[in-house]
Nanobody, 124 residues
Framework: QVQLVESGGGLVQAGGSLTLSCAAS????????MAWYRQAPGKQRELVAS???????DYADSVKGRFTISRDNDKNAVALQMNSLKLEDTAVYYC??????????????????WGQGTQVTVPA
């Protein structure tokens, strides 16, 4: 019932741009840190960009200067603006967040949430 709902994945030509969006859906009480991960074929999942609850941002070296992460705390959402896309950016991208949610009479704290993943393809 509590989900991270992603959108914006697809196919884009090298040098193009794409924006990924992710919104927390359901009975969330609070959202802490948010991030984007990706996993390319044959590789481990890696952190692409993160943004803390206070707005502190970190990027992987491979995307610095090209990607921008942002968040909207009122909507419990995070976005990833990707510019100057390269073949190496092809991967499944996953939204990630920490937080607290409720279910019935219960409150679950210090949880970790993952989106379902969305494919980004940059062909030759």
């Amino acid at each position: 019932q509590v989900q991270l709902v992603e959108s914006g994945g697809g196919l884009v030509q090298a040098g193009g741009s794409l924006t990924l969006s992710c919104a927390a859906s359901g009975s969330f009480i609070s959202i802490g840190d948010m991030a984007w991960y990706r996993q390319a074929p044959g590789k481990q999942r890696e952190l692409v960009a993160s943004i803390s609850s206070r707005g502190n941002i970190d990027y992987a070296d491979s995307v610095k200067g090209r990607f921008t992460i942002s968040r909207d705390n009122d909507k419990n959402a995070v976005a990833l603006q990707m510019n100057s896309l390269k073949l190496e950016d092809t991967a499944v991208y996953y939204c990630y967040a920490t937080g607290t949610h409720s279910s019935g009479l219960y409150m679950f704290t210090n949880r970790r949430y993952w989106g379902q993943g969305t494919q980004v393809t940059v062909p030759a």
